[in-house]
């Protein structure tokens, strides 16, 4: 977690009145409130607001929550912090529900980021709903959406933005492989988590998808922030290169495959060539998707570059 001055966010938490005071926040509710991944300044201004207005926050970490609290100036008792972590989620979250039946407010943060998304949280909130309660999201940092932002992702089909989140691989070495092995066979994008003392044999794991693009976050938002992306047989080389890749948290896009390597690539600009030769581009791209299952993106680029071909041999 970065260092910022209590004072530093003063006018935030002024701001944060102003902007969501007059806002409707029920009672007997849970407020599942995402916080930063790295920088301080990612906080939203609901978040504080709500942070400030609960009557006790449920959290990973009660000591890391009541740094957090104190970074933005906000002041709260030990006894207002309710540990609900991986250990006692299943349990605490009755605590929790018990409360919000005599119509308090609570909070739960996770130690970063979105709670529920490799974190704690996605129990304590089926336990509310199940009991009938309500939860409210309040949105905000998540290294999954970071990073895929940075990707660059260019998927093979047209569902450009389709993503699977994988998280965190298994930590025995036959089981990462064979999990490596069946993230293969997934076309689309694939995200990734990681920790710093398993990175390097997650990248020797990764290395043998070969050509496949990886995007690699280190420290996202933090300070030493470091993106890049290489080919998946580059990923343990890359690591090796600097003495500082292989510190901190790490988030992780295996690319989608290219639609080049797609099984249907060359049979969809066979036919695609043919009716090119009767048809506009257009009705051309529409029927060769059809007849061979090739994404029609894909094919309208490769449709692009044929009739430039075409323009540039009649100049000739």
């Avoid at 970065?2 to 944060?16: D, E, K, T, V």
Wanted: proline share 4%; hydrophobic share 50%.
């Amino acid at each position: 977690m970065a260092s910022l001055a209590p004072a530093s966010f003063g006018g935030a938490l002024a701001a944060a009145r102003d902007a969501s005071g007059a806002q409707h926040y029920p009672q007997g509710t849970l407020y599942v409130v995402a916080t930063p991944i790295g920088n301080l300044a990612d906080i939203t201004l609901r978040a504080l607001h709500v942070l400030q207005l609960v009557d006790a926050i449920a959290c990973e970490d009660t000591r890391h929550t009541q740094s957090l609290l104190r970074a933005y100036g906000i002041d709260r008792p030990n006894a207002q912090l309710l540990a609900v972590h991986q250990h006692n989620e299943a349990e605490a979250a009755q605590a929790v529900v018990a409360r919000l039946a005599q119509g308090e407010r609570i909070a739960y943060v996770s130690d970063a980021g979105t709670p529920g998304v490799s974190d704690p949280g996605a129990r304590l909130v089926a336990a509310v709903r199940g009991a009938g309660q309500r939860v409210l999201p309040l949105p905000g940092a998540s290294s999954v959406t970071t990073l895929i932002g940075a990707a660059g992702l260019v998927a093979a089909g047209d569902e450009s933005s389709a993503f699977v989140f994988a998280g965190f691989l298994p930590t025995k070495a036959g089981e990462r492989d064979a999990v490596v092995q069946a993230l293969a066979q997934e076309r689309r994008a694939v995200v990734l988590l990681e920790a710093p003392h398993r990175i390097e044999a997650v990248a020797r794991a990764l290395a043998t998808l070969g050509e496949r693009r990886i995007t690699v976050g280190r420290e996202l938002t933090k300070q030493f922030e470091e993106i890049a992306t290489v080919a998946a047989a580059e990923l343990p080389g890359w690591f090796a290169a600097g003495r500082d890749r292989t510190r901190g948290e790490f988030a992780l896009v295996l690319h989608p495959v290219a639609a080049a390597a797609t099984d249907d690539g060359a049979e969809g600009e066979r036919v695609l060539r043919l009716l090119l030769a009767e048809l506009p581009v257009k009705t051309a791209v529409r029927l060769a998707a059809e007849i061979s299952g090739a994404p029609r993106n894909a094919l309208y680029e490769t449709a692009l570059r044929i009739r430039n071909e075409a323009g540039a041999a009649d100049a000739e």
